[in-house]
């Protein structure tokens, strides 16, 4: 098949600051070092992933972990291998971009390093970085490309017919970029900084308008992270001397600049479905296009990758879920700083066609298995593949979203993806991994890794991030935009304000914000009301679900109307030291249906709480796809004391029943367990106020415990009336071993 040819367009070069967009309301996030995470759902996952997801990951990455099923592929060999000067030994180990996922540990553990200093970790990565360094001083050019280096050394970035679509050449480079940034900001270590613009510098000198190459990559990302490299120059013009930079700090931005507006910008492309094609692929390997379209032609890489057409001029977001959201994410991130017309138009209106047609109901994306790709409007299919990585793309395009437009309703679905998609990438161990999150599945096992590991890495970056995203700020306002137990420092002008916030959520909807600032001082705070509390489950109508009852705010014990702007609630006073803010939200059952148009869900409904959609789990529900659920029933939360952190769970009436219920049965799918004895120290009910100790005794009597759990020795734990209860449980007799205030 003859590839599809185009003619190589002429595109004007986009400066910043060009055609500039007024209609926006920048706020910026804060630093990780300002914020700080007290939180009792939060906190002990951030010890997990400190202290046996990282390690677990960088074991794996090394090869060293026996229970590994790649063991022996060791990322780090590679760096070591180029550092020796081997060139082209037709070996790499791991695929072509480990590299970036590499870097892109490296940039998750910076921002964890920037929350909760661990020297022990900073000096495993600091050998890292060594490796890293010497491998790029082998190079005059300081390039940095393991596997085009030891496998087609001649074909760096995709030149000699070389094939930049599986060299991944530009994408390592971008997630060193990124790793650069984010660990001098977290640590002020510079080296690793110092090889990241070397490899910018040089990407700067071969890349741009004719006569250089007409280079984009193939997959996205580096777009954001160069767009990073230009404002951490930016803002530190010092630091240019410090690390021996060549550019200028607008050069990184107008090169990121060149990437998204030179997609579509092509000499033509085989269609995605004929790769493997012989004369599509001998166009490309012998670089037959340049005879009759130049040396600074590219093929294309189609909608797969958005180099159809123009971005600007692409109506939807398209392809591969994970490389789309990330180009969005790039875009958003420079028309953040270039105020650009076009980048704005095209960042909202592919959200919005992600959000308001193709975004899942737990907040991932990527209905398709094949290419892991989005699917057409309205396609969500209970099957569908939804990869983590997926689901992260999606948290930080909506979070840079929010930062460019100030409005919460993206951080709304940054909230839905983060719960209830990104979270399940990593189990309750800290050692296995989930890729595929359908919402419908009869595989419940997570991997131990991957001949593909990139989800651990996304995960780990954006988890690490989200302690930046809880507040926001302007010059005048504080924007409170998760709930998220913690403490923050924010420069609001020449006041600086500390914010504590204590809450329960996701399981309980009170937030309590105390503001100090330092004297009594006039500016606003806006704070978050999700849709779904307020009656939107989604901006554009492809969920509906009706909240239980309306949010309430107070503010010293004085309750105020809730006067929205732009999905926050408007406070606008003077603020004095110690005053208080306290949210209510309506975290109880409610049902979600999806829109007429998603043909593959009519008739079916979701179950939510708060920000939490929930799931029939099959070890608890025999015949579970048999389930029916009456919708003119009531809901109401319940706790069971087996499940990780209090989880609440649903008493639906009328229960669930099979499809061939008999009426004359006594109970659903949640039969209560025999009652058991009850020993409680004294001292231990003490603690409770009298009104609820009778009541606890009660319900310890009915062995709270699922029916497939008898563990003797096994401590299980639940939360009641502001307690932390601890049992244990041998035959019939429940001994509680602790009850301490939450």
Not at 214 to 226: F, K, R
Not at 381 to 398: I, K, M, R
Request: aromatic share 10%; glycine share 8%.
């Amino acid at each position: 098949m003859k590839p599809i040819k185009t003619a190589l367009l002429a595109l004007p070069f986009l400066a910043a600051g060009c055609n500039r967009d007024s209609g926006t309301a920048k706020i910026r996030p804060l630093e990780a070092e300002s914020v700080r995470v007290e939180d009792a759902f939060w906190s002990p996952r951030y010890e997990k992933w400190e202290h046996i997801t990282v390690g677990d990951m960088l074991d794996k990455f090394e090869g060293n972990d026996p229970a590994h099923f790649a063991c022996g592929v060791d990322a780090f060999e590679n760096f070591d291998l180029v550092a020796s000067g081997a060139r082209d030994i037709g070996r790499h180990a791991g695929p072509p971009w480990y590299d970036g996922l590499v870097y892109e540990t490296i940039r998750g553990i910076s921002d964890l390093l920037a929350q909760r200093p661990d020297p022990a970790l900073k000096a495993r990565v600091d050998g890292y970085i060594a490796r890293i360094e010497a491998a790029q001083k082998s190079d005059p050019d300081g390039f940095v490309g393991t596997n085009t280096q030891l496998t087609e050394d001649n074909h760096r970035w995709g030149a000699n017919g070389g094939f930049l679509r599986m060299q991944h050449d530009v994408y390592n480079a971008g997630m060193l970029i990124e790793a650069g940034v984010h660990y001098y900001q977290a640590t002020g270590d510079d080296r690793l900084l110092k090889v990241a613009t070397r490899l910018a510098d040089y990407m700067v000198r071969t890349m741009g308008p004719a006569p250089k190459k007409n280079i984009v990559p193939a997959h996205s990302g580096p777009e954001e992270a160069l767009v990073k490299l230009y404002k951490l120059y930016r803002d530190r013009p010092g630091l240019r001397a410090q690390t021996g930079a060549q550019s200028a700090a607008g050069d990184y931005l107008r090169l990121a600049e060149f990437w998204i507006g030179n997609r579509g910008v092509h000499c033509g492309y085989p269609l995605w479905g004929t790769w493997g094609n012989d004369s599509a692929e001998r166009w490309i390997h012998e670089e037959l296009y340049t005879a009759e379209f130049g040396p600074e032609a590219r093929p294309a890489w189609g909608d797969y990758a958005q180099d159809s057409i123009r971005v600007f001029d692409q109506p939807a977001i398209v392809g591969h879920a994970v490389r789309a959201t990330l180009l969005a994410t790039g875009i958003a991130a420079a028309a953040y700083e270039n105020g650009n017309a076009d980048y704005i138009a095209t960042a909202k209106r592919w959200w919005d066609d992600m959000a308001g047609k193709k975004l899942f109901v737990t907040g991932g994306v990527g209905a398709v298995h094949f290419d892991e790709k989005f699917g057409h409007d309205y396609y969500l299919p209970t099957d569908a593949y939804l990869e983590t990585c997926a689901a992260v793309g999606v948290g930080f395009f909506s979070q840079a979203m929010n930062q460019l437009t100030g409005d919460a309703k993206y951080m709304d679905e940054f909230e839905r993806a983060l719960y209830n998609n990104v979270l399940a990438g990593v189990a309750a161990s800290g050692r296995q991994y989930t890729y595929q999150n359908p919402l419908n599945t009869d595989r419940s096992e997570r991997w131990e890794w991957h001949p593909c590991p990139c989800c651990p890495p996304m995960f780990l970056k954006i988890v690490s991030a989200t302690p930046e995203f809880i507040y926001a700020r302007d010059d005048r306002t504080v924007y409170v935009n998760l709930f998220i137990g913690s403490d923050a420092d924010i420069a609001l002008g020449d006041t600086q304000v500390h914010v504590r916030q204590q809450t329960r959520y996701p399981v309980d909807g009170k937030v309590v914000l105390t503001l100090t600032p330092e004297k009594a001082a006039r500016f606003t705070v806006k704070v978050r009301i999700p849709g779904w509390a307020r009656g939107e489950e989604n901006p554009f109508g492809l969920y509906v679900s009706e909240s239980p009852a309306a949010p309430v705010l107070s503010v010293n014990g004085t309750p105020v109307e809730i006067r929205l702007d732009k999905g926050y609630a408007l406070l606008d006073r003077v603020w004095n030291p110690a005053d208080r803010i306290v949210l209510e939200l309506p975290v109880a059952p409610r049902l979600v249906r999806a829109h007429k148009a998603a043909r593959e869900l009519d008739g079916m409904a979701a179950i939510a709480a708060g920000p939490l959609v929930y799931c029939i789990e099959q070890a608890d529900n025999a015949d579970y796809a048999r389930l029916r659920l009456d919708t003119a029933g009531s809901m109401e939360l319940g706790y069971r004391s087996d499940l990780m952190d209090g989880t609440p769970i649903f008493d639906i009436k009328p229960y669930l029943a099979y499809t061939d219920s008999h009426p004359e049965a006594r109970g659903g799918f949640a039969l209560t367990t025999d009652a058991v004895r009850v020993k409680c120290p004294a001292q231990l009910l003490e603690k409770l106020p009298q009104e609820r100790r009778q009541t606890l005794l009660n319900v310890l009597a009915q062995d709270p415990r699922p029916g497939y759990q008898h563990e003797p020795g096994r401590v299980y734990g639940f939360p009641f009336a502001g307690f932390e209860v601890k049992f244990t449980v041998e035959g019939d007799l429940l001994t509680v071993r602790q009850i301490e205030s939450r």
